[in-house]
């Protein structure tokens, strides 16, 4: 093993990371978990989740990861659960956080939960735009 290898290996997870959209460490992305928020459901979950993940309860934690890529929306924000795409947000949801989380780098850290009763939807704990608003100026001040 040369030098330049562990520099290399730092270097080729950066990339991964802007190009892929994964991170290894959660603990990188900036944590909305304690901002106010309300519970949403997500969509567009139906062919992305498998029974035991719906069946699951409790808090869990979710990525938040802009979709810069989506043919569907320019402001499409998808879901993540243990690096695995579990929905989307709404477009109208979407669209009021999106330039927000652009501020924050693209992705962040929030709370999850799983189907509602009687529902195949999964939910998360979506932080208002105001709290998003007041916790993104915070961080660049």
Do not use: C
Not at 48 to 64: I, P
């Amino acid at each position: 093993m040369t030098a330049g290898t562990p520099r290399l290996a730092a270097s080729s997870k950066q990339i991964l990371h802007s190009v892929f959209g994964r991170s290894s460490a959660h603990d990188a992305l900036p944590d909305l978990r304690h901002l106010v928020s309300a519970r949403v459901d997500l969509e567009r979950t139906h062919y992305l989740v498998d029974d035991r993940e719906r069946r699951t309860q409790g808090d869990r934690l979710y990525v938040l990861r802009r979709d810069v890529g989506s043919r569907r929306d320019d402001h499409s924000i998808a879901v993540f659960s243990n690096g695995r795409g579990v929905g989307y947000l709404s477009d109208q949801a979407s669209r009021e956080i999106a330039p927000l989380l652009d501020q924050l780098g693209g992705a962040a850290v929030v709370n999850g939960a799983g189907a509602a009763r009687g529902s195949i939807r999964l939910r998360l704990d979506l932080p208002t735009r105001s709290a998003l608003r007041v916790f993104a100026a915070a961080r660049q001040a």
